[in-house]
């Protein structure tokens, strides 16, 4: 008897406040995943949240009941991937180092039971948008991850706030 894989893909949510329909809804799903003998893998494919960069305290705190079920979720053997989208930058340090969630910074080709996966957040599908190309790569420039994991966190989160407001217009 072989072991099936039972895979579940998330993207793209863009949780905002942790009482927000939309946080209560992927916290009902993830309760849901719980105790599910099938579920074995959880990707979530960038843009999970509004916004999270890197490993301050504030993003720590306001998504907390999140974590939670994503802990219980791998204490259950449940695989989880996160795979970094253009509203959630830097999160190896916190996300991968303490949660042991494997972060993914690009995409990444994942075999599961016998099919290949491309995975991504998908932020790159247009080649031709050049000025995104360009912003996503100044983005993750060794200056940018510095000011990201230094600048106090309440101006980064006010300069966070902007720019994802900026990307929906």
Not at 66 to 80: K, M, Y
Not at 90 to 108: M, T
Not at 130 to 149: C, D, E, N, Q, S
Request: aromatic share 14%; proline share 3%.
């Amino acid at each position: 008897m072989s072991l099936r894989i039972s895979a579940y893909f998330v993207s793209d949510l863009h949780l905002g406040e942790p009482e927000d329909q939309r946080t209560q809804l992927f916290l009902k799903f993830l309760k849901g995943l719980r105790g599910q003998s099938n579920c074995t893998h959880l990707f979530m494919l960038g843009d999970i949240f509004d916004l999270w960069i890197a490993h301050h305290f504030y993003f720590i705190y306001k998504f907390a009941v999140i974590l939670e079920q994503l802990q219980r979720l791998l204490e259950e053997g449940v695989v989880i991937h996160y795979f970094e989208g253009n509203h959630d930058l830097y999160l190896k340090k916190y996300w991968q180092d303490e949660l042991k969630i494997c972060v993914h910074e690009g995409p990444v080709h994942i075999e599961l039971d016998d099919l290949i996966l491309r995975l991504e957040h998908g932020d790159e599908i247009n080649p031709n948008d050049k000025g995104y190309i360009f912003l996503r790569w100044w983005l993750r420039t060794p200056l940018m991850k510095w000011v990201a994991h230094h600048l106090p966190e309440n101006l980064l989160v006010q300069l966070g706030k902007l720019a994802s407001q900026g990307s929906r217009q």
